[in-house]
């Protein structure tokens, strides 16, 4: 098993299904198969893209492109899917590139070459610190937790870099649901300004954190992965609702509702007067239609 870093981007020319199958010439087969039962680290390049390394997942497979004799898919295992709370540029702070293939002789990443190759090998230390630079933990009032104290240095600059020690990517820490819930969380609360993707209110309690949840649109339990893309901020209220099947959003971002499980008075004052889904600023960060569209078929109006 290795490490590697999958370039994929918004736009490609590949049969991408982000989340579910990567797509690569078969240049690359025997790298990519070296990653079958390990992680890999996604980066998008700049144009349309976050310019950087956005998360990680576990590669399950690899299988040919039934259509195309010199193309093939490396299946992901979708639950894995974990996406960074900062996108990491290509170098840190000292302007250094995480991976030493694409380190010019300055140790400054290069343009070219190496570095525009769709699949690179990652070397554990690698990996540990683009994951740790990846998972530093927004701060910001969207992302407090509802209860507690301001957590210490909060709105003070960013400690410097640090490379992350080995130990810190084992395989219980990558799947850990602790960790994994609180980055969720902070993500899908930053994406959505701290306010309700559904009754459009953005309720502070006294120590101006947020009184929003981050809501999985596919449920952790049914393979749903901790992506924004797999998140809303809802409220308390909306996000039971959410989970029990009484409202959806369709296609198009319209509330659905299940009008003989909710009374009208009530849709009326929890929902936004628009019944429409107010989404993140960034286009990256809106539901994917596949994750919407699995809850309107498994969830909606068949929990509650």
């Given amino acids: 098993m290795a490490h590697a870093v999958f370039i994929q981007n918004p736009k490609s020319i590949y049969k991408d299904a982000p989340g579910r199958a990567y797509h690569f010439p078969n240049r690359y087969l025997n790298m990519v198969r070296e ?7 996604f980066y998008e390049g700049r144009k349309g893209g976050a310019f950087g390394y956005t998360g990680i997942q576990r590669v399950a497979d690899v299988v040919p492109d039934p259509a195309l004799p010199d193309r093939y898919f490396a299946l992901l295992d979708e639950p894995t899917a974990w996406s960074f709370e900062q996108v990491v540029p290509r170098a840190g702070p000292d302007g250094v590139a995480f991976e030493r293939a694409i380190r010019g002789p300055d140790g400054r990443p290069v343009s070219g070459g190496v570095s525009v190759s769709a699949v690179r090998r990652l070397t554990p230390e690698e990996f540990a610190a683009i994951y740790t630079y990846g998972m530093r933990a927004l701060a910001t009032p969207d992302t407090l937790p509802r209860e507690g104290a301001l957590p210490d240095g909060f709105a003070e600059p960013a400690a410097a870099f640090e490379p992350a020690p ?19 969380a902070r993500q899908v609360k930053a994406a959505y300004g701290g306010r309700c993707a559904i009754s459009g209110l953005s309720l502070r309690n006294g120590g101006d954190r947020p009184e929003v949840q981050a809501a999985h ?15 809303l901020a809802l409220s308390g209220t909306l996000h039971w609702m959410f989970d029990r099947g009484l409202i959806s959003v369709a296609e198009d971002y319209r509330i659905l509702i299940s009008h003989n499980k909710v009374p009208a008075e009530t849709a009326r004052r929890l929902i936004s007067p628009e019944q429409k889904l107010l989404l ?9 239609p596949d994750y919407l569209s699995y809850h309107r078929e498994n969830i909606f109006g068949q929990v509650a």
């Fill in 35 to 41: 990653t079958i039962g390990d992680w890999v680290v």
């Fill in 166 to 184: 080995l130990q810190m990517v084992r395989e219980d820490v990558l799947m850990s649901r602790k960790k994994r819930d609180a980055s969720f």
């Fill in 217 to 231: 649109i596919r449920p952790v339990a049914d393979g749903g992965p901790d992506t924004v893309q797999n998140g």
């Fill in 280 to 288: 993140p600023k960034h286009r990256r960060h809106w539901p994917h």
